[in-house]
């Protein structure tokens, strides 16, 4: 696996989301993890598809599965 790092994130959201954001960390904070886990990957592999596709239309892509 990878290895990793605690980091702290300050984010501003709706009210209603915020509250249960808080939840969820209380209740399964690995959850919440995996969630921003989950986000930063795709923006890293959709900025990498923009920066080596410019001017190209084909993108070949293979699905790996992901193991927790």
């Not at 790092?5 to 904070?29: F, K, M, N």
């Not at 919440?32 to 986000?39: E, F, K």
């Not at 410019?54 to 993108?59: N, Y």
């Amino acid at each position: 696996m990878w290895e990793t790092r605690s980091v702290q994130l300050s984010v501003r959201l709706p009210r209603d989301i915020a509250d249960q954001a808080e939840e969820v960390q209380a209740s399964d904070p690995e959850f919440l993890s995996r969630v921003v886990l989950y986000g930063l990957t795709r923006r890293s592999i959709y900025n990498h598809l923009r920066q080596n596709g410019e001017g190209s239309t084909d993108v070949d892509a293979e699905v790996v599965p992901v193991q927790p």
